[in-house]
């Protein structure tokens, strides 16, 4: 088990993780905090950021491991969802990934925001003596919109769907049957809508059976009247396995993320939707979204 004080920030992507790594390394003290610190971005080099993935992963593990599915954490995450590899493997191959890496830090906290472990909330127990996990979730329409928008997930240039190994029904063997039938005739915001219910709906279910884990809507922190409350009741909740004392000037620190989000453009919001993507989304999101109080 790896015993370090661990803090993770898990979401389906595109609800502020960068934000709330940064958030941790501010206000927490004695703390280490990485955004998603195995992961190579194609489209924002960093020489830096490059040679510290490969330092710490290796070449093969950060690169063309990810890219067949023999390492990273996405790859863990949609084994375990699909139910397609030994839990015990799962969680053995998670703590190889991540036992010298965590430990190589001399800080009392560790703190990992990363989408890609939407599909570890239960295996993280196993693996984390010390830990407390948020999982991140966000209006469906708005999360459609933003990945959209993104321009990577289910375009001609997405690499990981290209080889197969984006979450799909396909990796499935029960209870997509329906969509498997219509996967390669649905539309890249049907396939969109489809990735919001699946990975959402795991990581909920996963964190609802865990005390030290919890579900916080993305709303509620980024866009709520009482904002700051609920954001200092998310680091009460981090810091809990110690009371530690949430320190760093954070008050207004939300100020700046609410505005960004709001430059979002290109494919548009809900209202301006068509009548076929609003009954689509309806049909596959509906019902996760009236189970998290969206209308």
């Avoid at 999982?135 to 197969?164: A, E, Q, Y």
């Amino acid at each position: 088990m790896i015993k370090k004080k661990t803090i993770f920030i898990i979401s389906g992507g595109r609800t502020g993780t960068k934000f709330f790594a940064r958030l941790f390394q501010k206000v927490l003290p004695d703390c280490v905090s990485c955004h998603e610190p195995d992961t190579l971005y194609l489209r924002s080099f960093s020489l830096e950021h490059y040679l510290f993935v490969f330092r710490h992963f290796g070449f093969f593990s950060s690169g063309f491991g990810k890219l067949f599915g023999k390492r990273g954490m996405r790859s863990l995450s949609n084994h375990n969802v699909t139910g397609t590899r030994a839990r015990k493997d799962i969680v053995n191959s998670l703590r190889r990934q991540r036992e010298d890496f965590v430990n190589s830090f001399p800080q009392e906290f560790y703190v990992e925001s990363n989408n890609q472990l939407y599909g570890l909330v239960d295996i993280i127990p196993e693996v984390f003596s010390n830990y407390r996990i948020i999982c991140i979730v966000r209006d469906g329409k708005d999360w459609v919109r933003s990945r959209m928008n993104h321009k990577i997930w289910f375009s001609r240039t997405d690499i990981m769907n290209l080889f197969g190994k984006r979450l799909n029904p396909h990796m499935f063997s029960h209870g997509q049957q329906k969509f498997q039938k219509t996967w390669n005739r649905m539309s890249r915001f049907e396939k969109i809508c489809w990735s919001w219910v699946q990975i959402n709906r795991f990581q909920i279910e996963m964190a609802r059976k865990d005390k030290n884990a919890t579900v916080v809507r993305f709303e509620d922190i980024f866009k709520a009247k009482d904002r700051y409350k609920n954001l200092e009741k998310l680091l009460e909740f981090a810091t809990s396995m110690d009371n530690r004392p949430i320190l760093g000037s954070w008050r207004g620190i939300l100020e700046k993320r609410i505005n960004v989000s709001k430059k979002e453009g290109g494919f548009p919001g809900y209202k301006h939707w068509s009548d076929e993507q609003k009954r689509q989304f309806h049909d596959i999101c509906g019902s996760l979204m009236q189970e998290l109080g969206y209308k």
